[in-house]
């Protein structure tokens, strides 16, 4: 059979025939499939939005799954997750273990409300014993998930962790400042950690390459007394809490 004048421009451009996927990703990109999976992305969002719809001021904790409890970062996480549920906000995790456990059992034991947004991973990530029951979510979807966490929390609270960690603030600070978001605190806890990103970011992105504006860390915070973090979450909303968008 003849080939046709695109095929014969495709090669002669060397662009090459898109190849079928490694056979792990292959339900994922099933591009006969896309259609309907809308409604399977559609059915996250939905049931997230209505399990949250009465949950009030939250905060939401990000740190590393790789912390156990005889670790500092541990007992910081479980002091934060009680000294927020104290003061009336519900505690937001990604549901797993580590500091995310930490908060949500600091939390719990507060009496305040623990919620986990749990992550359908190749390596099956387990929730943790301290959410609530009925505040457990569990997205097959990272950016579903994602979603959850911005437009529900009143401030984020990031303890030393790594990429996923790391994305979940990058993305939160990207968002606020491109104005797709509303403002709120996004508190860097855990100063021996952070305090390099957080003093190259003043020095190097603002100062030296102006890549960055001032007000671009207006809203950007290394603290790690929990009283203090309350109280920069508080004054931060003056006129009273609302959703992100």
């Known amino acids: 059979m003849k080939s046709s004048g695109k095929a014969s421009k495709r090669r002669e451009s060397g662009i090459q025939k898109v190849q079928p996927p490694d056979r792990k990703f292959s339900l994922q990109t099933d591009f006969s499939g896309d259609g309907w999976r809308v409604f399977k992305i559609m059915a996250e969002f939905v049931n997230g939005f209505e399990k949250m719809s009465d949950t009030g001021p939250a905060v939401s904790?990000?740190?590393?799954t790789r912390v156990y409890p005889e670790h500092d970062e541990y007992s910081l996480a479980e002091h934060m997750g009680g000294v927020l549920a104290e003061q009336g906000f519900s505690v937001i995790t990604g549901g797993g273990s580590g500091v995310m456990e930490a908060a949500n059992k600091g939390a719990q034991q507060a009496g305040g409300v623990s919620i986990g947004f749990n992550i359908e991973l190749p390596n099956q990530q387990t929730p943790n014993q301290y959410i609530d029951r009925d505040r457990l979510l569990t997205f097959q979807y990272f950016f579903v998930r994602k979603v959850m966490f911005l437009k529900y929390s009143q401030a984020f609270i990031v303890l030393p962790g790594g990429f996923g960690t790391m994305d979940e603030f990058s993305e939160a600070v990207t968002l606020i400042q491109?104005?797709?978001?509303s403002r709120f605190p996004v508190i860097l806890m855990g100063s021996e950690y952070w305090e390099g990103l957080y003093c190259w970011m003043k020095q190097t992105m603002l100062?030296?390459?102006?890549?960055?504006?001032e007000e671009d860390l207006g809203f950007i915070f290394l603290e790690d007394d929990p009283q203090k973090v309350i109280r920069i979450i508080k004054e931060f909303y003056p006129k009273g809490y609302k959703l992100n968008f």
């Open 178 to 181: 491109t104005q797709k978001s």
């Open 207 to 213: 100062k030296e390459k102006r890549f960055i504006a």
């Open 61 to 64: 904790v990000f740190g590393s």
